[in-house]
Protein backbone atom coordinates (compact mmCIF):
# COMPACT_ATOMS: atom_id res chain seq x y z
CA UNK A 1 0.00 0.00 0.00
CA UNK A 2 2.60 2.64 -1.05
CA UNK A 3 1.97 6.10 -0.05
CA UNK A 4 2.90 9.13 -2.07
CA UNK A 5 5.45 9.07 -4.09
CA UNK A 6 7.94 11.57 -4.84
CA UNK A 7 10.93 11.60 -7.39
CA UNK A 8 13.95 12.48 -7.53
CA UNK A 9 14.43 12.77 -3.76
CA UNK A 10 17.63 14.81 -4.26
CA UNK A 11 18.12 16.95 -7.08
CA UNK A 12 20.80 19.64 -7.92
CA UNK A 13 20.69 21.72 -10.65
CA UNK A 14 22.66 24.91 -11.81
CA UNK A 15 21.50 28.23 -11.82
CA UNK A 16 19.50 28.20 -15.23
CA UNK A 17 18.31 25.14 -15.64
CA UNK A 18 15.01 23.26 -15.10
CA UNK A 19 13.71 21.31 -12.52
CA UNK A 20 10.75 18.50 -12.57
CA UNK A 21 9.58 17.23 -9.39
CA UNK A 22 7.00 14.33 -9.81
CA UNK A 23 4.33 13.36 -7.34
CA UNK A 24 2.11 9.98 -7.65
CA UNK A 25 -0.58 10.78 -5.26
CA UNK A 26 -1.72 7.36 -2.96
CA UNK A 27 -4.22 5.44 -4.64
CA UNK A 28 -7.74 6.41 -4.68
CA UNK A 29 -6.77 10.20 -4.36
CA UNK A 30 -7.58 12.56 -6.92
CA UNK A 31 -6.69 15.64 -4.89
CA UNK A 32 -2.72 16.99 -5.45
CA UNK A 33 -1.00 20.09 -3.53
CA UNK A 34 2.13 20.79 -3.36
CA UNK A 35 4.28 22.70 -0.67
CA UNK A 36 7.58 24.49 -0.40
CA UNK A 37 10.00 23.82 3.16
CA UNK A 38 13.12 26.61 2.89
CA UNK A 39 15.25 25.41 4.99
CA UNK A 40 14.83 26.40 8.72
CA UNK A 41 10.72 27.41 7.58
CA UNK A 42 7.79 26.07 8.22
CA UNK A 43 5.70 24.62 5.08
CA UNK A 44 4.12 26.75 2.72
CA UNK A 45 1.58 26.39 0.38
CA UNK A 46 2.01 26.46 -3.59
CA UNK A 47 -0.75 24.98 -5.80
CA UNK A 48 -3.99 22.69 -5.88
CA UNK A 49 -4.84 20.30 -8.38
CA UNK A 50 -7.07 17.82 -9.24
CA UNK A 51 -6.79 15.73 -12.42
CA UNK A 52 -6.41 17.76 -14.94
CA UNK A 53 -7.07 21.11 -13.26
CA UNK A 54 -5.51 23.99 -11.12
CA UNK A 55 -8.07 24.45 -8.60
CA UNK A 56 -5.83 27.01 -6.44
CA UNK A 57 -2.14 28.31 -7.43
CA UNK A 58 -1.96 31.47 -5.10
CA UNK A 59 1.08 30.11 -3.80
CA UNK A 60 2.75 29.95 -6.65
CA UNK A 61 5.51 32.77 -7.89
CA UNK A 62 3.93 34.33 -10.87
CA UNK A 63 7.15 33.48 -13.19
CA UNK A 64 9.39 30.00 -13.73
CA UNK A 65 7.01 27.53 -12.04
CA UNK A 66 4.14 25.96 -13.27
CA UNK A 67 2.34 22.67 -11.59
CA UNK A 68 0.04 20.25 -14.03
CA UNK A 69 -1.77 16.91 -13.33
CA UNK A 70 -2.57 14.92 -16.21
CA UNK A 71 -5.38 12.41 -16.37
CA UNK A 72 -2.42 10.02 -16.69
CA UNK A 73 0.21 10.14 -15.02
CA UNK A 74 1.90 11.81 -12.28
CA UNK A 75 1.52 15.54 -11.30
CA UNK A 76 4.80 17.27 -11.98
CA UNK A 77 5.99 20.73 -10.72
CA UNK A 78 8.40 22.20 -12.85
CA UNK A 79 10.46 25.36 -12.16
CA UNK A 80 12.25 26.51 -15.38
CA UNK A 81 15.52 28.94 -15.23
CA UNK A 82 16.32 27.95 -11.44
CA UNK A 83 18.06 30.27 -8.95
CA UNK A 84 19.62 29.53 -5.72
CA UNK A 85 16.70 30.72 -4.27
CA UNK A 86 14.65 28.05 -4.84
CA UNK A 87 16.80 25.51 -3.22
CA UNK A 88 14.24 23.84 -0.51
CA UNK A 89 12.46 20.81 -0.09
CA UNK A 90 9.27 20.75 -1.82
CA UNK A 91 6.74 18.11 -0.60
CA UNK A 92 3.71 16.67 -2.29
CA UNK A 93 0.05 15.93 -0.06
CA UNK A 94 -2.31 14.23 -1.78
CA UNK A 95 -6.26 13.66 -0.29
CA UNK A 96 -9.33 11.46 -0.99
CA UNK A 97 -11.08 14.86 -1.41
CA UNK A 98 -10.68 18.01 -0.86
CA UNK A 99 -9.32 18.68 2.64
CA UNK A 100 -12.17 20.52 3.63
CA UNK A 101 -14.08 17.15 4.03
CA UNK A 102 -11.45 15.35 6.39
CA UNK A 103 -8.54 17.63 6.57
CA UNK A 104 -6.32 15.41 6.19
CA UNK A 105 -2.97 15.20 4.09
CA UNK A 106 -1.07 12.72 3.37
CA UNK A 107 2.85 13.50 2.62
CA UNK A 108 5.35 12.37 0.28
CA UNK A 109 9.06 12.29 1.39
CA UNK A 110 10.07 15.30 -0.51
CA UNK A 111 11.86 15.98 -3.27
CA UNK A 112 14.97 18.38 -1.98
CA UNK A 113 16.43 20.54 -5.01
CA UNK A 114 20.03 22.35 -4.74
CA UNK A 115 20.60 24.61 -6.75
CA UNK A 116 24.38 25.48 -7.05
CA UNK B 1 -2.13 33.39 2.97
CA UNK B 2 -3.80 33.31 6.16
CA UNK B 3 -1.07 33.46 9.37
CA UNK B 4 -1.08 30.82 12.09
CA UNK B 5 1.70 31.91 14.26
CA UNK B 6 3.55 29.11 16.16
CA UNK B 7 6.07 29.22 18.93
CA UNK B 8 8.46 28.45 20.30
CA UNK B 9 10.72 28.02 16.84
CA UNK B 10 12.51 25.60 19.53
CA UNK B 11 12.23 23.38 22.46
CA UNK B 12 14.50 21.22 24.40
CA UNK B 13 13.02 19.09 27.46
CA UNK B 14 14.21 16.47 29.51
CA UNK B 15 13.03 13.08 29.05
CA UNK B 16 9.73 12.57 31.43
CA UNK B 17 9.12 16.19 31.08
CA UNK B 18 6.11 17.60 29.38
CA UNK B 19 6.69 19.51 25.90
CA UNK B 20 3.94 22.47 25.17
CA UNK B 21 3.72 23.95 21.71
CA UNK B 22 1.64 27.22 21.36
CA UNK B 23 -0.37 28.50 17.77
CA UNK B 24 -2.27 31.21 17.30
CA UNK B 25 -4.48 32.51 14.61
CA UNK B 26 -6.44 35.11 13.35
CA UNK B 27 -9.05 33.93 10.72
CA UNK B 28 -12.52 32.98 12.94
CA UNK B 29 -13.58 31.06 9.97
CA UNK B 30 -10.56 28.35 10.86
CA UNK B 31 -12.64 25.32 12.14
CA UNK B 32 -10.45 22.62 12.17
CA UNK B 33 -6.61 22.14 13.33
CA UNK B 34 -4.60 19.66 12.93
CA UNK B 35 -0.95 18.80 14.02
CA UNK B 36 1.61 17.45 12.05
CA UNK B 37 4.91 15.58 12.91
CA UNK B 38 7.73 15.78 10.63
CA UNK B 39 11.28 13.43 11.63
CA UNK B 40 14.02 14.40 9.83
CA UNK B 41 14.26 14.04 5.78
CA UNK B 42 10.44 12.77 6.09
CA UNK B 43 7.25 14.21 5.03
CA UNK B 44 5.05 15.60 7.59
CA UNK B 45 2.19 13.27 9.09
CA UNK B 46 -0.68 13.56 10.68
CA UNK B 47 -0.77 13.72 14.64
CA UNK B 48 -3.62 14.86 15.99
CA UNK B 49 -6.43 16.95 15.71
CA UNK B 50 -9.64 19.39 16.73
CA UNK B 51 -12.64 21.22 15.93
CA UNK B 52 -13.53 24.07 17.73
CA UNK B 53 -16.68 22.41 19.39
CA UNK B 54 -14.56 20.82 21.86
CA UNK B 55 -11.89 22.34 24.26
CA UNK B 56 -9.46 19.67 24.52
CA UNK B 57 -8.91 16.59 22.57
CA UNK B 58 -6.26 13.83 24.24
CA UNK B 59 -4.33 10.52 22.13
CA UNK B 60 -2.07 8.59 24.44
CA UNK B 61 0.29 11.02 25.70
CA UNK B 62 -0.51 13.63 22.79
CA UNK B 63 -3.12 16.17 24.33
CA UNK B 64 -4.60 19.13 22.32
CA UNK B 65 -6.24 22.25 24.62
CA UNK B 66 -7.95 24.93 22.37
CA UNK B 67 -9.42 28.28 22.78
CA UNK B 68 -11.99 29.56 20.67
CA UNK B 69 -12.06 33.00 22.33
CA UNK B 70 -8.34 33.42 22.43
CA UNK B 71 -8.05 32.16 18.99
CA UNK B 72 -5.24 29.78 20.16
CA UNK B 73 -4.58 26.39 20.27
CA UNK B 74 -1.81 24.26 22.13
CA UNK B 75 -0.07 20.67 21.93
CA UNK B 76 0.91 19.43 25.29
CA UNK B 77 3.34 16.07 25.01
CA UNK B 78 3.34 14.56 28.39
CA UNK B 79 6.14 11.93 29.39
CA UNK B 80 8.34 13.40 26.33
CA UNK B 81 10.77 10.96 24.92
CA UNK B 82 13.67 10.72 23.06
CA UNK B 83 11.76 9.06 20.13
CA UNK B 84 9.18 12.51 20.27
CA UNK B 85 12.58 14.89 18.89
CA UNK B 86 11.03 16.42 15.74
CA UNK B 87 9.30 19.30 14.19
CA UNK B 88 5.81 19.76 15.27
CA UNK B 89 3.59 21.95 13.09
CA UNK B 90 -0.02 23.09 13.74
CA UNK B 91 -2.10 24.00 10.69
CA UNK B 92 -5.39 25.43 10.47
CA UNK B 93 -8.34 25.05 7.30
CA UNK B 94 -11.59 26.86 6.85
CA UNK B 95 -14.10 24.06 5.99
CA UNK B 96 -16.53 26.60 4.77
CA UNK B 97 -13.54 28.57 2.51
CA UNK B 98 -12.80 24.67 1.32
CA UNK B 99 -16.12 23.54 0.05
CA UNK B 100 -15.90 26.61 -2.05
CA UNK B 101 -13.03 25.19 -3.94
CA UNK B 102 -11.31 28.96 -2.37
CA UNK B 103 -8.25 28.29 0.24
CA UNK B 104 -8.84 24.60 -0.36
CA UNK B 105 -5.77 24.08 1.35
CA UNK B 106 -3.78 23.97 5.31
CA UNK B 107 -2.30 26.83 6.67
CA UNK B 108 1.06 25.69 8.36
CA UNK B 109 2.44 27.69 11.22
CA UNK B 110 6.41 27.88 10.96
CA UNK B 111 7.11 24.95 12.73
CA UNK B 112 8.92 24.22 16.60
CA UNK B 113 11.63 21.87 16.16
CA UNK B 114 11.70 19.83 19.53
CA UNK B 115 14.01 17.86 21.30
CA UNK B 116 13.75 15.43 24.09
CA UNK B 117 16.74 14.70 26.08
CA UNK B 118 17.42 11.40 27.21
Known amino acids: NAGVMQNPRHLVRRRGQEARLR ?26 LQKENIIDESGMPKERFSAEFPKEGPSILRIQQVVRGDSAAYFCASSRSGTGLSGELFFGEGSRLTVL | ?34 WYQQFPGKGPALLIAIRPDVSEKKEGRFTISFNKSAKQFSLHIMDSQPGDSA ?20 TFGGGTRLMVKP
Not at chain 1, 36 to 45: D, I, M, S, V
Not at chain 2, 15 to 33: L, P, Q, V
Open chain 2, 1 to 34: QQQVKQSPQSLIVQKGGISIINCAYENTAFDYFP
Open chain 2, 87 to 106: TYFCAAISWREANNNAGNML
Open chain 1, 23 to 48: CSPMKGHSHVYWYRQLPEEGLKFMVY
